[in-house]
């Protein structure tokens, strides 16, 4: 797959291949020593061919805005916006985090209804808790999942607890879930391991206080 679309942000290209171009996209996010989250992008935990295909969006002078993948999980399931990264505010004072949230969304959307002819049944967003350790799901991510079911009312936020996206038992590999369900298949019928928030609140103050002490 390689395709360009133009869209009201510039342009949209979504590949499935290893190639130079992105790999000068790598470097300018890899360059953003503010990233917490560096290391997820690195030749090592960003590989193209894990995804079902990448994309990344340029402004209209060609500067990368956002990148992110789309990551198959079952033969029914996959993820969109695994390996998301949006690039630091370069473009001028007039962003902000809500337009920068709105963009994002925007371009997920229209770019959804492109290639999505894909054989998935269920598709779903999920992002980590902030360490502000509050049981229960947090302003922003509310605030993520009524943005994106103003786009469509099929979204659903996933309120039962945190949900397994990742091996491994640590409080980052249950994250938040919102999905989008067709052909009647349903959250149950993919049944991962979910984890209660007041359960994963806990778990971060343990990972907390056990990395404290490893100082």
């Known amino acids: 797959m390689d395709k360009r679309i133009k869209n009201e942000a ?26 917490w989250l560096r290391d997820n992008y690195t030749k090592e935990n960003l590989k193209i061919s894990d995804q079902v295909c990448y994309c990344v969006q340029y402004d209209h002078s060609g500067k990368p805005i956002l990148m992110s993948g789309i990551k198959e999980y079952t033969p029914h399931v996959a993820r969109l916006m ?13 962003w902000s985090h809500r337009e ?15 290639i999505m002819r894909l054989k998935y049944d269920l598709y779903f967003i999920s992002m980590q ?32 607890g945190l949900v397994q ?19 009647d298949y349903t959250f149950e019928d993919w049944n991962p391991k979910v984890m209660s928030y007041d359960e994963h609140t806990l778990r971060m103050r343990h990972e907390s206080a056990r990395d404290k002490l490893s100082v």
């Open 82 to 94: 695994n390996r998301w990264y949006l690039f630091p505010k370069d473009r001028g004072k007039s």
């Open 10 to 35: 510039g342009e949209l290209w979504i590949f499935d291949y290893d190639n130079s171009e992105f790999e000068k996209v790598r470097e300018i996010c890899l360059s953003d020593e503010k990233n």
């Open 165 to 183: 996206v990742h091996p491994g038992e640590l409080s980052t590999c249950y994250q938040n879930v919102v999905y989008l369900p067709f052909n």
């Open 129 to 160: 808790q902030r360490r502000a350790m509050i049981s229960g799901q947090q302003l922003w991510w509310k605030m993520l999942c009524r943005t994106l079911q103003s786009f469509s009312k099929k979204w659903v936020n996933y309120k039962g």
């Open 100 to 114: 920068e949230l709105m963009l994002t969304l925007k371009v997920l959307n229209s770019s959804f209804r492109d």
